[in-house]
């Protein structure tokens, strides 16, 4: 079982920056491809991006490439999402997700989801 405590979230304005953090809890956590999924009001939960266990292969949604960066320490048993340039399209409730492969995760097969943490980001 792993536990999944998202936290950074917050208000910015346009252009700006913002850093998630995902603290997991529980075993094995280094095993796991972890990721990243939004879910803005009215639309479908989506796939934002994903790091395979060792860190060595991400992969981004077209819409967020060359502007968020996923990374993970698997010392500090944690993954982020370095968020800039920053747009209102990208309000939404943010969730941490982690998977057995990094290629499941992105289609969806997510084992443990975190709770959520909202970024809202004004014009």
């Known amino acids: 079982q792993v536990q999944l405590v998202e936290s950074g979230g917050g208000l910015v304005q346009a252009g700006g920056s913002l850093r998630l953090s995902c603290a997991a809890s529980?075993?094995?956590?280094?095993?796991?491809?972890m990721g990243w999924f939004r879910q803005a009001p009215g639309k479908e939960r989506e796939f934002v991006a994903a790091?395979?266990?060792?860190?060595?292969?991400?992969v981004y949604t077209d819409s967020v490439k060359g502007r968020f960066t996923i990374s993970r320490d698997n010392a500090k048993n944690t993954v982020y999402l370095q968020m800039n340039s920053l747009k209102p399209e990208d309000t939404a409730v943010y969730y941490c997700?982690?998977?057995?492969?990094?290629?499941?995760?992105?289609?969806?097969?997510?084992?443990?989801w975190g709770q959520g943490t909202q970024v809202t980001v004004s014009s």
């Open positions: 997700a982690a998977s057995s492969s990094r290629i499941v995760l992105q289609r969806g097969g997510v084992t443990y």
């Open positions: 529980g075993r094995s956590f280094s095993s796991y491809a």
């Open positions: 790091i395979t266990w060792t860190g060595g292969s991400t």
